[in-house]
C-alpha cells in the first residue's frame, strides 16, 4: 500500500468539466443562464414572458425536473426551442449532465439558453454547470426571509428576480428587505422585482439580460 | 440524495487519480468536510457504503472523515470567530460585514491504495 496526497475538492473534476463547457459556449457566442428557485416559483412563465418580449433574441431552453414533460410543452408552444431533461432523482444539475443536455439541443442559433436547474434552493448553487450568469427566482409568496435560510444560493448568482409582485397585496413581503438581506450576502446582485403576469418590471430585467449578452459576446469576463 | 451526489463526484476523482498513479485497489479514503458543508455524515457514509460495493476499485476501501472547523473573519474589526455558535453577526463588534474563512470545504485528502 502506497499513500498519495491527492488534495482535491470533491467537485474540482466538475469545476474543470463546467469552466471548460463554458469556453466552449463563448467561441460559439451562446450566453448560458442557470436559472434556480423553489418550485412554483414562476419560472417556466417568466422564460414564456421574456420569450415574447425579446423576439431579437432567440432562445432555447433546458428544462430539468426530476419527472414529466410539462414545463417543455409550454416552452414549445411559444415557438422556443425546448429540451426536456429528466435527472433520474438527483437534485441537481452538474457539467456532465449540462453538457448533454446541450448536445440534444438541435443547433438553431440560439444565443441565450435558459437552464432551467432542478426546483430547489440548496444542492444546485453548489455545483457550477459551465453557465455564464446565476440568475435565481425567488417569489413573493415564499416569503422575504428566504436569503436568511438560503445564503448560498443568493450568495452565488449574479441576478435575484423576485416574481409574482401583482401578489404583493395578499403577502407581507417586504421588496427592499429582501433585497437587503440578499445584498448583505452578496453585495454585487442585482434586485429585478417583476410580474410577468402585467409586465412590470420586465423591461429592465431584459435590458440587463441584452447586456449581458452583449458583453458575453465581446469576450468580457463572467463577472463583466 | 445529495449525499449520493457527492459520493458519485467523488468517485470520478478517485478514478482519475488511480489512472494517473496505475493503482487497481484503492484501501483508505480520508475526506476532509467543513463543519458547514451542508454534508450530512451519517447519511455520507450510508450513501459511500452503498455505492463501494458496486465499484470494483473501492469494494475494501475504509472511508475516514476528518472535520474542517468554520471561522468567520470580520471586516469590521479584523477578528475570526466560531461560524457555528454566532452564525453571520460578528460576536466582537456586532458587524455583518463578515466572509466564511474556511469550513464548506469538501477535500479528497489523501488516499492509500496499491
Known amino acids: ?224 | 440524495m445529495h449525499e449520493m451526489g457527492i459520493v458519485l463526484h467523488m468517485a470520478k476523482t478517485l478514478d482519475e487519480t488511480a489512472e494517473q498513479n496505475q493503482l487497481t485497489k484503492i484501501g483508505r479514503v480520508t475526506l476532509q468536510v467543513g463543519e458547514v458543508s451542508g454534508i450530512m455524515t451519517d447519511l455520507f457514509t450510508d450513501a459511500w457504503d452503498y455505492f463501494k460495493k458496486k465499484h470494483p476499485m473501492l469494494t475494501e476501501c475504509e472511508l475516514v472523515l476528518e472535520t474542517i472547523p468554520a471561522v468567520t473573519w470580520c471586516d469590521n474589526c479584523k477578528k475570526t470567530y466560531e461560524t457555528v455558535k454566532y452564525g453571520k453577526t460578528c460576536p466582537h463588534c456586532g458587524s455583518g460585514e463578515t466572509w466564511l474563512l474556511q469550513g464548506n470545504e469538501c477535500i479528497i485528502k489523501e488516499i492509500e491504495a496499491e
Open chain 1, 1 to 224: 500500500m502506497k499513500i498519495i496526497n491527492v488534495g482535491a475538492s470533491v467537485t474540482a473534476s466538475n469545476d474543470r468539466d463546467a469552466a471548460l463547457l463554458r469556453e466552449e459556449l463563448r467561441a460559439k457566442g451562446q450566453l448560458m443562464v442557470n436559472l434556480m428557485s423553489a418550485p412554483g416559483s414562476g419560472k417556466t412563465t417568466l422564460l414564456s414572458r421574456l420569450i415574447k418580449d425579446m423576439p431579437e433574441v432567440k432562445i432555447a431552453v433546458m428544462e430539468a425536473d426530476i419527472e414529466s414533460a410539462v414545463d417543455a410543452e409550454r416552452i414549445e408552444a411559444l415557438g422556443a426551442q425546448a429540451v426536456q431533461v429528466h435527472t433520474d432523482g438527483m437534485c441537481h444539475m452538474d457539467a456532465g449532465m449540462t453538457r448533454a443536455s446541450l448536445e440534444a439541443l438541435e443547433d438553431d442559433g440560439a444565443k441565450l439558453i435558459f437552464l432551467e436547474n432542478v426546483g430547489n434552493l440548496i444542492c444546485p448553487a453548489e455545483y457550477d454547470t459551465g453557465a455564464g450568469l446565476d440568475m435565481m427566482i425567488l417569489s413573493v409568496p415564499e416569503g422575504d426571509d428566504k436569503p436568511l435560510k438560503y445564503p448560498l444560493m443568493f450568495e452565488k448568482s449574479n441576478a435575484l428576480v423576485i416574481t409574482k409582485t401583482d401578489a404583493l397585496p395578499y403577502f407581507r413581503f417586504d421588496v427592499e428587505l429582501c433585497a437587503a438581506r440578499a445584498r448583505k450576502l452578496n453585495p454585487a446582485i442585482r434586485v429585478f422585482p417583476v410580474s410577468a403576469k402585467t409586465g412590470d418590471g420586465m423591461a429592465e430585467l431584459e435590458d440587463w439580460l441584452r447586456g449581458k449578452l452583449a458583453a458575453w459576446q465581446a469576450g468580457a469576463a463572467k463577472e463583466a
